[in-house]
């Protein structure tokens, strides 16, 4: 079960961090004209229900992900295959990038 959630969340927030990436890629010619309107655009792009958790600084969902990464680190810590070590330590190592987004 413990091992379920670890994946779930690890997957979670793999799945923001390649989110932002592609949007990143697919509209980097607005980033270097005009930030701003790039980011509403990003959060645009979410569903309502979604939006508020962009919205804030620091964005309640980059913190939410690195709770997610850390949690999911510890869970695979717990394991003693190798596979879930080096699970753990990516983990750890997109919480800390998440980390440095905020700043």
């Not at 997610?68 to 990516?90: H, N, P, S, V, Y």
């Amino acid at each position: 079960m413990n091992l379920r959630v670890a994946f779930i969340l690890y997957f979670l927030g793999l799945l923001n961090i390649i989110d932002w990436i592609v949007f990143w890629n697919d509209h980097s010619d607005l980033v270097s004209k005009d930030y701003h309107s790039f980011k509403q655009l990003y959060i645009n792009h979410f569903p309502a229900l979604l939006r508020p958790l962009h919205t804030s600084n620091p964005a309640p969902a980059t913190l939410l992900m690195m709770v997610f990464f850390c949690i999911a680190g510890f869970l695979f810590f717990k394991q003693e295959k190798r596979a879930f070590r080096i699970l753990g330590i990516t983990s750890f190592i997109f919480a800390i990038w998440s980390f440095v987004s905020l700043m």
